[in-house]
């Protein structure tokens, strides 16, 4: 049975030409990305010649990585099999309804040995929002609405990597803890990232104010900051993994070990109790 869609598209579509209309967008996150990124790829020390980027924002990735072809955040990805040296998923993976298959989807364009890095969400972004508008919606309106994406936790979405079929799969992340005046002030920073609202469970009516100014309330009070101010944290995972090759580190063979584990550690090894069980 097919479940039924996480995302709004065109929500999400009109909200992101939204924050490129804004006379001053919060891009600075897709900022971060851009640079652990860049700071991979020097690390990699490999020259890529076929590179894609699946982004919300292909002009400010076209500046960041000017040899790399842009690729629209869709559903089914414009990637051609075995094509790609490198495949960037900047950012947009925490909005995917299938988030595996868009992986899979990366993963069947890369040629042998070809690196992806998949940037997203992770589970503790917004949580001081995410519990604020819970404790304040359940007050004020005795229920509950859906009003941040949920997001995975690293080990999760690291599984994904390895489920996809990449090789050398690793799952890291960093947080970045951003100050604002109030609950207001937020939620017009995400509305200058693109990153508003835009589940397709969503409430379709208008919220009364009174949630908004008691979740404010419970902002302040249980997450502040310097000031009078309050906090919001960010979490960006990052997902990277290999297209198989037969160049790759390959695990050794069950019982290939050339030394003993007991040997390897100086200790010596006793065998475990035989179990016996009354008949």
Do not use: K
């Not at 996150?29 to 690390?43: F, K």
């Not at 993963?107 to 604020?132: C, K, N, Q, V, Y």
């Not at 290999?242 to 007991?262: C, F, K, N, V, Y």
């Amino acid at each position: 049975m097919a479940h039924p869609p996480l995302t709004d598209r065109p929500a999400l579509l009109r909200a992101r030409a939204r924050a490129l209309r804004s006379p001053e967008p919060a891009l600075f996150l897709q900022d971060e990305a851009v640079a652990e990124v860049q700071e991979r790829l020097e690390l990699v020390n490999r020259a890529f010649t076929s590179a894609s980027v699946v982004t919300g924002f292909p002009a400010l990735w076209q500046t960041a990585l000017p040899q790399a072809r842009v690729v629209e955040d869709a559903e089914v990805l414009d990637l051609a099999p075995a094509t790609q040296d490198l495949v960037v998923h900047a950012l947009a993976l925490h909005w995917a309804d299938d988030p595996l298959g868009q992986i899979i989807q990366c993963r069947r364009a890369l040629r042998p040995d070809g690196l992806f890095i998949g940037l997203m969400f992770g589970g503790r972004t917004l949580h001081e929002l995410r519990s604020a508008l819970a404790e304040a919606e359940a007050e004020v309106s005795g229920g509950l609405s859906p009003r941040v994406v949920p997001m995975g936790d690293i080990r999760d979405l690291g599984a994904l990597v390895q489920r996809a079929g990449l090789a050398l799969p690793v799952a890291d992340s960093f947080t970045r803890i951003v100050q604002y005046r109030d609950l207001f002030h937020l939620a017009a920073d995400l509305r200058a990232m693109g990153e508003t609202n835009a589940l397709a469970a969503r409430l379709r009516r208008p919220t009364r104010r009174a949630v908004f100014l008691r979740a404010a309330e419970i902002l302040a009070r249980s997450f502040p900051a310097e000031g009078g101010r309050i906090t919001a944290t960010f979490e960006i995972v990052c997902l990277t993994g290999w297209a198989p090759h037969e160049s790759q580190q390959q695990p050794l063979r069950p019982g290939s070990a050339a030394q003993r584990l007991a040997d390897a550690l100086n200790v010596t090894e006793r065998p475990l109790p035989t179990s016996s069980q009354d008949g």
